[in-house]
């Protein structure tokens, strides 16, 4: 509602109404400042929630079910790579690789366009695979770019491509087309005819690959390595990739270019990769406790002789205080009788943690398996108590953000509803003031009317009496 101030009283009632509104608004800037406060609280757990679900995702690839394998594979080739998973048994043996595996690809003799049936239809394309399973393909036009996306479109043994090929005696541009087969090895092998799956079935077909100018560029072939070569044990291992799979349990080889001689494939203790793991264990242990820490501190500063205290905003966070103290319990904890310090880990006077790398490759070298051991058990410990605070239905330290931004939404709605009520205040003052001064103003013309009265009354002198 709209006014003009002091129109009648001479009031500035805009000022006075928003003197009196910022009273009115106390209350909702006290819940603004708690809803403030309460986000900058999330915030700050969110990220230390983030640290801690990463410290649970680092103590898994050290202990645990899904812990990293401790042991490597190596090779005496370049250009063979093996790999060694959880559980695969320590030693070393010898791979004799005699061929790498192929994904048949195959193409035509020239062509301007694909051929027709004597009835004019267009001729339809049968594709073989390895099962003996075909697929009918019967292409839009004689296009031969119609005939590549149908081939690409059927979800047959192979894909096709039209390759430029050139010009005839008459200009025409000619091209061909090249299949590729969709899976490697001997198992994605196929045929290429021209006629249906019953002109194949019967013999009456025509093989692409048997007219003037087509080739098979690469056969459909498995690769092929044999262990024990040249003994009464020797044994063919194939794959239709280029990685031989589970040649000893959990033991993967992988081979880019047929070696001249036997490869070696060695299994053994990582001990890089331990120590490698480890200390990034104790590094996230270290980032959590420094993180709450700082955010727990409290400061004094002094400004003109005046000294304020500012507390940090975990200060008195039982629940943060508690996430502290168990995963740092959990770090520094004997294992079996033996402090973690004996295999590296060691506590600081200020509860901070170091790693010893030597200490570590000591323990290695003089138990490794009661050291994997230790340490995957350290490992777990420090998971659980990360996954204790983090997961993400039941951690306390995901309960209490939950909690937290219930209480933002709620304080929301309040402040909405405050709003509300404070535009509705403003109007009621508007209208007070408004009427205010609708009735100064009646009240002054009423007071201009006797004035003006009073004065048309005729006058009367003592000499007349």
């Known amino acids: 509602m709209a006014s003009i101030d002091g129109l009648a009283s001479g009031l500035d009632t805009t000022s006075l109404i928003n003197s009196l509104m910022k009273v009115e608004q106390l209350p909702q800037q006290q819940l603004q400042l708690r809803q403030q406060t309460g986000q900058s609280l999330i915030s700050a757990l969110q990220a230390l929630n983030t640290k801690v679900a990463a410290l649970a995702d680092t103590g898994r690839a050290l202990g645990g079910s899904t812990a990293v394998s401790a042991l490597a594979a190596t090779t005496s080739a370049t250009s063979v790579t093996a790999t060694a998973a959880k559980g695969a048994p ?19 003799g020239t062509m301007s366009a694909w051929p027709t049936n004597a ?12 099962t003996g399973k075909t697929t009918e393909i019967t292409p839009a036009s004689t296009s031969l770019q119609d005939v590549v996306d149908a081939v690409n479109a059927s979800g047959g043994p192979a894909t096709a491509v039209r390759v430029k090929a050139g010009t005839a005696a008459d200009g025409t541009a000619q091209y061909r087309l090249q299949f590729s087969a969709t899976d490697s090895g ?27 100018g087509a080739a098979v560029v690469t056969t459909a ?11 009464a044990a020797e044994q063919v291992v194939t794959s239709s990739t280029n990685t031989f799979t589970g040649v000893l349990p959990g033991v993967d080889v992988t081979a880019t270019t047929v070696p001249d001689s036997p490869v070696t494939v060695t299994v053994a203790l990582d001990k890089d990769g331990v120590a490698k793991r480890t200390s990034a264990l104790v590094d996230a242990v270290n980032g959590v406790l420094a993180s709450i820490k700082s955010q727990r501190s409290v400061t004094t500063t002094t400004t003109s002789g005046s000294s304020s205290v500012k507390s940090g905003i975990f200060t008195a966070n039982s629940t943060v205080t508690m996430v502290s103290d168990r995963i740092a319990a959990a770090a520094y904890q004997p294992i079996n009788g033996r402090s ?20 570590l490759r000591s323990a290695l070298a003089t138990d490794p398996a009661g050291t994997q051991q230790a340490l995957a058990a350290l490992a777990v410990r420090v998971t659980a108590a990360a996954n204790d605070a983090s997961a993400p239905a039941s951690g306390s330290l995901s309960t209490m953000i939950q909690g937290r931004q219930a209480e933002a939404s709620d304080l929301s709605d309040q402040i909405s509803s405050w709003d509300t009520r404070l535009a509705a205040r403003r109007a009621t003052l508007q209208s007070l003031y408004n009427a205010m001064e609708g009735s100064l103003g009646a009240l002054k013309s009423q007071q201009s009317w006797l004035t003006s009265q009073i004065s048309s009354l005729p006058t009367t002198s003592s000499s007349s009496n």
């Open 90 to 108: 320590a030693g070393t043996f010898a791979l004799t690789i005699d061929r790498l595996a192929q994904s048949q690809v195959d193409v035509t």
């Open 119 to 130: 009835d004019g239809s267009v001729a339809t394309l049968t594709l073989t695979d390895a």
């Open 186 to 212: 001997a198992a994605g092998g196929y045929t290429v005819h021209r006629g249906t799956a019953a002109d194949v079935a019967a013999g009456t077909a025509t093989d692409l690959m048997t007219e003037t």
């Open 340 to 359: 973690p310090a004996t295999w590296g880990v060691e506590l600081n006077r200020d509860g901070t943690f170091t790693f010893n790398e030597d200490t």
């Open 221 to 231: 072939q498995d690769a092929s390595a044999r262990l024990y070569a040249g003994t």
